[in-house]
């Protein structure tokens, strides 16, 4: 029985709940190491809407790519975006991968579907955190679409999931969540990642996400945490097979 094998075998279309179930009584499942990807319009936004949550994978030792859609380049040029985003995935543990679509100008369309296709493809995930699809930059819009379209096309063969990212400022009418995560222990962690950006104003911004991360967290009964909502037809929760989700 290969990876995905094992993880389909813990109930594809079930509940969250029976789906945490099966995967506590699975032996296989618990040693199990994966693969998750947090795409992302620019550097800076996978870490601040999940840099907790990918703080605690990669302590379990699981692989998180950070995927973004550009270099950042804008008023900042793209040596400094890239350093800083190299510096905030070496904190968090995680590895940077780059689309080549230009900031303030991203495209959907056939050619880039297929290109974003090949990347999600090649990097072969066990999970990937995308952008919510209501958003007030066209960048988030954009990932979220072109993220979407590769879980259609690789026949919905990994998990999705999406976050928040400065509610009101990009983030719209996110939903209820349906999974949160404890983020306590790692908030100093997931905050030097963000401060890593140091070129985009991150007192401001951080400010901001962590105020949504304390209300997160008191929902779920602790300090901070980062939510998520899971895209119907996931074929398994991998929350629940890691043990992060507090629901």
């Known amino acids: 029985m290969n990876r995905r094998e094992m993880l389909r075998g813990t109930g594809a279309f079930a509940g969250a709940a029976t789906l945490r179930a099966e995967a506590k009584a699975d032996p296989e499942s618990a040693g199990r190491k994966f693969k998750v990807i947090v795409t992302g319009g620019h550097p800076g936004d996978p870490e601040y809407g999940c840099g907790g949550t990918v703080a605690r994978l990669t302590a379990l030792g699981h692989e998180v790519v950070l995927l973004y859609l550009n270099d950042g380049a804008w008023e900042t040029s793209a040596a400094v975006r890239i350093a800083e985003a190299k510096k905030a995935c070496e904190i968090l543990k995680a590895r940077p991968v780059y689309d080549t679509q230009a900031n303030g100008h991203a495209v959907v369309d056939g050619a880039h579907y297929d290109a974003f296709e090949k990347i999600i493809a090649a990097e072969n995930p066990d999970a990937v955190f995308n952008q919510w699809l209501v958003d007030n930059h066209p960048d988030h819009r954009a990932i979220a679409n072109l993220t979407y379209e590769s879980w259609n096309r690789l026949k919905r ?91």
Request: negative net charge; proline residues 4%.
């Open 157 to 247: 063969r990994f998990a999705l999931y999406y976050y928040e990212v400065s509610d009101g400022e990009d983030t719209m009418q996110f939903p209820a969540p349906t999974h949160y995560v404890d983020i306590s222990s790692v908030a100093d962690t997931k905050k030097a990642a963000c401060y890593a950006h140091a070129s985009q104003n991150p007192d401001f911004f951080y400010g901001m996400q962590d105020t949504v991360a304390q209300f997160r967290g008191f929902a779920a009964a602790c300090k901070r945490a980062e939510a998520y909502v899971m895209q119907v037809r996931s074929p398994y929760d991998i929350f629940a097979l890691t043990g992060l989700s507090r629901q």
